[in-house]
């Protein structure tokens, strides 16, 4: 069926994300209303599923604080069917418990689930600035070369069963490497993860594997032999490499991602304006090779997700 046209894909939108610091763009939603309205209007633009982040509106740094999410994600539920995925990696430095509040209290159809502890190189993002707006922003950087992103085993089995199983929520497995596409094997194994599960490849995060069509073709044959027909395959490719590896994943039978967390720029040299250009875009190459835009209920069903009257908020 993959590049028949009859599939239709879904597109994720991670709307802000923990990467990017705010002197990176000044499009960069940071406060509560600005990632609702992004994400909204990311929604309208195709996304079925919102990936999302908090940051303090203070001074944009990414945050675990569940009032903070709170002060949005119902807005954003009441006012798309869009699929709502609160991420489980939260951002550097937090705490598994920081990084699990807001995600226990809201029980979500889905949250992001991180495979394997690994190094996060943001610190070459110093190089392409000149002047922060905030004061958290440069040290940020430069400490993440020094960062070890923790997920454990004990870790990762924990979020399985404390929100998995015990609250319904389905994961969007996140895999930087081959070696995670493994670790998820273990839990499948284990009958921890249950088919259909969402297994997002991740290229181009420096400490995960790089971005080249090699190694998006290595991820695939190694998800399908682990898996076979069990996973549902999304993309997701840092920077510059976004729309090259969405139209080649695409194209193999892959779902999508995009958004402002993993790419800030929607041309060269040219900044995404908003998270809806960046998804509209996206939409314009997967309806330029006749295939069709997954609904949020065809994403549900997809998935085999609990439903958005299921949720905590
Ligand atoms: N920032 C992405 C490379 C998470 O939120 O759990 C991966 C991500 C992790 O979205
Ligand atoms: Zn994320």
């Given at each position: 069926m993959a590049g028949s046209g009859i599939r239709p894909v879904i597109v994720t939108c991670a709307v802000?994300?923990?990467?990017?610091?705010p002197s990176q763009s000044p499009y960069l939603p940071l406060t509560p209303e600005q990632i609702a309205q992004s994400a909204l209007e990311a929604g309208e633009a195709g996304a079925a599923i919102l990936h999302l982040h908090a940051r303090n509106?203070?001074?944009g740094k990414p945050t675990p604080d569940p009032d903070i999410f709170m002060s949005f994600l119902p807005h954003i539920k009441e006012r798309t069917e869009s699929v709502i995925n609160i991420t489980?990696?939260?951002?550097?430095?937090?705490t598994l418990e920081q990084r699990l509040a807001t995600p226990m209290r809201a029980k979500p159809e889905m949250c992001s689930l991180n495979m394997g502890s690994m190094n996060f190189g943001r610190?070459?993002?110093?190089?392409?600035?000149?002047?922060?707006?905030?004061?958290?922003e440069e040290a940020d950087l430069e400490s993440s070369r020094d960062y070890i992103f923790r997920n454990t085993y004990a870790d990762i089995e924990y979020i399985l069963r404390e929100?998995?199983?015990?609250?319904g929520v389905r994961f969007?497995?996140?895999?930087?490497?081959?070696s995670h596409l493994y670790n998820l094997a273990h839990f499948v194994d284990r009958g921890l993860v249950k088919p259909p599960f969402f297994v997002q490849t991740i290229f181009g995060i420096l400490g995960g594997i790089g971005p080249h069509p090699e190694d998006l073709l290595h991820m695939k044959r190694t998800a399908d032999r682990l898996f076979g027909n069990d996973y549902v395959w999304s993309i997701l490719g840092a920077g510059r490499h976004q729309m090259n590896l969405i139209t080649m994943g695409a194209i193999m039978g892959g779902n999508v991602r995009t958004g402002l967390e993993d790419n800030?720029?929607?041309?060269?040299?040219?900044?995404?304006?908003?998270n809806a250009d960046l998804v509209a875009k996206v939409v314009r190459i997967l309806k330029e090779l006749s295939f069709d835009i997954a609904t949020p209920d065809q994403a549900r069903e997809m998935l085999q997700l609990k439903g958005a009257h299921n949720v905590g908020f």
């Open positions: 802000t994300g923990a990467v990017h610091v509106p203070e001074n489980t990696g939260g951002g550097q430095g937090m610190f070459p993002i110093k190089d392409r600035i000149k002047d922060y707006t905030y004061d958290w929100l998995g199983e015990t609250h969007e497995f996140e895999c930087y490497d081959a800030i720029y929607l041309g060269k040299g040219e900044l995404a304006q908003s």
